[in-house]
DNA sequence: AGGAGGTTGTGTACAAGTTCACAAAGGTGG
DNA sequence: CCACCTTTGTGAACTTGTACACAACCTCCT
């Protein structure tokens, strides 16, 4: 396996698509060069860090200059594996899974959402956004047939482990989990968490400190 | 300022809400103790990572017992400022603002939705939920009528940032924002972003990487 | 009362991530 | 072709976060 990139950080790799989003939005506003100083503000960090992130994908920039924006979004877009399209499941059909379904953002980014899938009958042969819901009995084909790469879990907590485990033995390649409990998957399935409960309750310490030291 | 706490880490902050779930559990089920190996294993981290966290609270455990569960929710409920309601206003009442209306877990955890405010007069004056929807004009009033304290905003990204400004103008304590872009805030205002098809992107990362080393 | 068994709390070493600061390098204009 | 300006790429210092390992301490049993 030859590895062209020695490693990249995490913390790196989670302020990829943050750049990216700036690029893009410079490329659509015409902007040929960008130095890692305008990168750095439109993504809200700093400078030296932009350079350092750019820098593990390796070395693209024009000392003096800064960055050819096309050239640089199509590395970044690479690094992260953006080439192809990974179609999404979204399991759950239920106001976030629907929420989801209906979202353009995803189909743009290069996530087309292939499947819904759902266990209550009641939702079952609906379409939501275009996108059919059938029923989770046929998880384990839709996967194979639709070559499903992401699985979103949006379920009650109670049926998310039970459903990651189906999506993981299905083949799927990462998952992306919305309910709130942890979930555990095979070491080397990428898995991220998303809890919504959980910011808020960041945002509420803090804020709590605040009041505590305005006083 | 009578300084409890004298700083707890922010990467512990962010796991507190991931053991008071845990704590939560374990109440329901009527369990009295729990080891920090226990709480460890629900919360999928280290048990040395949980009791190093714990300890930036105070030293609420027993040596070669555990820690109360009661207390420790207590506790844990109490650093995270959830004591009181703060009721949170969502901006932006689309997709993603209707179905986040509708969750319950919100005002189960603390933060009732007091209100739904959008710019459409298409959508003004419907209920979701049994929550209003206001025109945009009234976001002062309604931070200040309704002791609003977090602003959630789920608007369009072009939208965000003069949405924030308005929210942080009219008084409100920290902000959670799902449009993908990058919003700045003065200093002492906490900001989360949550953005969904970085989410993607990340994972995709991943799980290129994991399909390069295979082949 | 004293010892055995078990679990916390934390000092310390280590790893990861961030920031600084500057040499190296490209561009430009004379 | 050279001096000057600008901005990158990166070593090194520093900060933050994680993991280890064990003394301190509690409970229970004999
Ligand atoms: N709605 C929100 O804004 C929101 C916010 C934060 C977190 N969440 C979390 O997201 C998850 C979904 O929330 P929701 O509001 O959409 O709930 P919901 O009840 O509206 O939808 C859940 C859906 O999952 C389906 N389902 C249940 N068990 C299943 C299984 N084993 N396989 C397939 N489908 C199954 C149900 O039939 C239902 O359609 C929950 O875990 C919730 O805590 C939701
Ligand atoms: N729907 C999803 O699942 C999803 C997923 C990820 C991110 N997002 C992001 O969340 C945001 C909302 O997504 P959505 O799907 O709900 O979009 P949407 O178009 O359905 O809803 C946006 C709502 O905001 C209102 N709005 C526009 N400008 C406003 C303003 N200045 N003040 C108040 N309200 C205003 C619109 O009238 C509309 O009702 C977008 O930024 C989107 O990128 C959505």
């Given at each position: 396996?030859?590895?062209?990139?020695p490693?990249?950080?995490?913390?790196t790799?989670?302020?990829?698509?943050?750049?990216?989003?700036?690029?893009?939005?410079?490329?659509?506003?015409?902007?040929?060069?960008?130095?890692?100083?305008?990168?750095?503000?439109?993504?809200?960090?700093?400078?030296?860090?932009?350079?350092?992130d750019?820098?593990?994908?390796?070395?693209?920039?024009?000392?003096?200059?800064?960055?050819?924006v096309?050239?640089?979004?199509?590395?970044?877009?690479?690094?992260l594996?953006?080439?192809?399209d990974?179609?999404?499941?979204?399991?759950g059909?239920?106001?976030?899974?629907?929420?989801?379904?209906?979202?353009?953002?995803?189909?743009?980014?290069?996530?087309?959402?292939?499947?819904?899938?759902?266990?209550?009958?009641?939702?079952?042969g609906?379409?939501?956004?275009?996108?059919?819901?059938h029923?989770?009995?046929?998880?384990?084909?839709?996967?194979?047939?639709?070559?499903?790469?992401?699985?979103?879990?949006?379920?009650?907590?109670?049926?998310?482990?039970?459903?990651?485990?189906?999506?993981?033995e299905?083949?799927?390649?990462?998952?992306?989990?919305?309910?709130?409990?942890?979930?555990?998957?095979?070491?080397?399935?990428?898995?991220?968490?998303v809890?919504?409960?959980?910011?808020?309750?960041?945002?509420?310490?803090y804020?709590?400190?605040?009041?505590?030291?305005?006083?």
């Amino acid at each position: 396996m030859a590895r062209r990139t020695p490693t990249i950080p995490e913390a790196t790799v989670a302020r990829l698509p943050i750049y990216r989003r700036a690029l893009v939005e410079l490329d659509e506003s015409s902007a040929i060069n960008v130095s890692s100083e305008r990168l750095a503000e439109m993504s809200g960090v700093n400078a030296a860090k932009v350079r350092k992130d750019l820098s593990y994908l390796g070395s693209y920039g024009t000392r003096g200059v800064g960055y050819d924006v096309d050239y640089l979004l199509f590395q970044v877009s690479r690094a992260l594996g953006l080439n192809n399209d990974w179609p999404v499941a979204i399991v759950g059909s239920g106001n976030l899974g629907q929420a989801l379904a209906n979202y353009r953002g995803f189909t743009q980014r290069g996530f087309p959402v292939a499947a819904l899938i759902d266990v209550d009958d009641k939702k079952v042969g609906a379409t939501v956004h275009g996108i059919e819901v059938h029923h989770v009995d046929r998880l384990e084909d839709l996967v194979a047939e639709l070559g499903i790469a992401i699985g979103i879990i949006a379920t009650p907590a109670g049926a998310a482990q039970a459903v990651a485990d189906r999506l993981v033995e299905a083949g799927i390649q990462s998952v992306l989990n919305f309910a709130p409990v942890v979930i555990s998957v095979p070491d080397g399935v990428p898995l991220r968490q998303v809890d919504l409960a959980t910011e808020l309750q960041i945002l509420s310490f803090y804020q709590q400190r605040n009041a505590a030291s305005d006083r």
